[in-house]
Structure formats: C-alpha cells, structure tokens
C-alpha cells in the first residue's frame, strides 16, 4: 500500500492521488466531504465516507443533504457514492431500515448512542472521553440539532431534551441529549413511506452538557476567540478540547461497552409493535481484535461492509446513496460473518 501526504481540501492535488482508484473510502473530517466526492467524480470512481457534518453556510443544507444533491452527476458518470456508513450513522441506519421494513406504519424511530469508558492505569480518570476524533466530537456537537416532526425537520436548542434512557447491560441508563446526526434527516426521505418522527440522542456526562452550552451561549467556541500560550495565541476552543484526552492515545487502556441503541415504534395488521435493536461491543474486545476503541473498530467494520457491497453492486443504481439505500440481510451477513452481533427485541400491543 503507497502512502501519500496531501491537502485534502487542494482538489487539483486530491484529484491526482486519486487516479487510478476504483473506489474512495473518506474518513477525513467530514468539512471535506463535497470536495472529496467531486474529486471521486473527475477520476470515475466509486465513494464513501463514514459521517457528514452540518451546513457549510448559514441557512444552507445540512452535509448529508447538500451531498445528496451530487445524485445525478454521479448516475451521469455510472459511478455510486454510499454515504454516511459507519457505526451511527450507518449502521443505525441499516437497523432503522431493517425494523421499518417489518411495519406498514412508523410513529417514532429513536436512536440512542452511549456507552462506559474508563482509562485504566490513569488516576484520576477522565470524566469523559471522546470515543471518536476529539476535533469531529466537539465540532458535532455544537451544531444545533434536529427532529424529523410533523413532516419536516426541526430546529432544537444545543444538547436539549435530556433524557434517562436505559441501555442494555452492562452500560445501564445514561443522561442522553439531542446531537445533530445524518439518521434524522435520511432516514424519512428513503424508507419509502410516512415517518412520524425521529430523534437521535447521545450519552454526554451532564456536567459536560452544561458546560458545552454555557461556552457555545459566551461566544468562546468561535474561531476569532484565543487565548494567549508562550509567545502565541491559540483558539480558546483548541485548548479546551486539548483538555481531553484523543481517543487513539489511550485505546490500549480503555475498559468499558460502545453501545448503539434503535428504536421503532409503529404498526403491523393491526397491531401495535415496538422493535428495539442494540449493537455492543467492548472496548478491551475492539483493542484486542485491532488496537483500536469500539467506536473505531466498529465503524472501520461498517464502511468495509459497506464498499464489499457496493463492489457486488448492492446499490440500486449508480448515483448518491444513505447507509438505509443498502439491503439490511446483506449488511447483517458481512456483519455476523466478522463475529459481531445485533440484539433484537419485540414487543407488542393490541391497538
């Protein structure tokens, strides 16, 4: 395998690395993503990333939906782009697909993403630690999220609508609040019928929430705000968010359960169903397999899924695609293949 330093955002350099690739697979941050993607384009290759991000502008469309919009440049040039398959999102929406599949009616589809973590050989241990790239977690989660209501997305306050929601063992109930996220805006648009309402909601030490949100209300997360280190000036946030520590630094000592919770809830003949879904994994388990955190290793897994079958052509056609867009008995079977597993659960109710 060739290794390359480049400027992912320099698109006449990106273009060259690319040539002669049949299939880009972007875990960049997701900034970058509409740029890689039209890279892809001028090569003729394939693409997938594993996340987006919000608006580039104010008032534009979120990531997802802005790439989205690439749809007919790349069913013009017989190329797929499969977006957004990673853990959450991705696998969450393949899970979301799978549940909806089984109901003619869909109320309510949350999906809840928490876990334990704990950094062993380090008193005291962190609070909290990002499970994924420290820079991308704290960029998420001050974009202001949405919810799929009444037909249309929804505007929320940062990390609003706390809420106890109880993973299965051996993570137990967490403090959840609202993130924006790719599920909420796909998902109504490609399950091919009505959707009541969707949320996604992350598992965030409260102290942390409240906090986030005090510094966002201050203006101290802006870029224009830094502080003064040795003979420089650094962006306050930059510092802040060093205060954490990066997850690849510490993934051999972390001990503790990744887990990605999905809820539908609708009917079928009649009857009222609950579909409930879980994926687990520990941490120790992901270091053991890979070196990695969880958070990591189950995302790597999704998108290798993910290319695998777009390479068996899995996708309906040529052009721009959500993780749902993908069979779920397809995904499940590569999934199972690699020793993992998904819990499903049933519950229902005459109406």
Known sequence: MAVSELDAAHGADLVRALRGCD??????????????????????????????????????????????TLHDSFEKADVRALLSMGLDPGMSNVMAREASDRLETIDKIRIRSGGTVR?????PSPKFVPLYSREAFFS????RPTVWQGGRLEERDLLSEEEDYAFPDP????KTFLMAHEEVKTLPLYLGKPVGQVDFKYAINPDLAQALKALENLGLFSRDRTI???????????????????PSSVAQNLVGTKCLSVDVEGTSHGVRKHLHENIALSHEEAARRLGTTAVYYLTGVAASIGIALMDRGAL???GTYPAESLGPASVFAEWNARGLTIQRIERSASN
């Open 140 to 143: 998420d989660v001050r974009i």
């Open 228 to 246: 003064p280190v040795d003979h420089g000036r650094i962006p306050f946030r930059a510092a802040f968010e060093s205060a954490f520590p990066e």
């Open 316 to 318: 309906p056609s040529a």
């Open 171 to 174: 993570v137990g109930t967490q």
């Open 23 to 68: 299939v880009v697979a972007n875990t960049s941050v997701s900034d970058l993503n509409v740029g890689i993607m039209r890279a892809a384009l001028r090569v003729g290759a394939d693409y997938l990333d594993v996340a987006a991000t919000g608006p580039r502008k104010t008032g534009g469309l979120p990531g997802i939906l802005e790439q989205l």
């Open 119 to 123: 950094v062993r050989q380090r008193h």
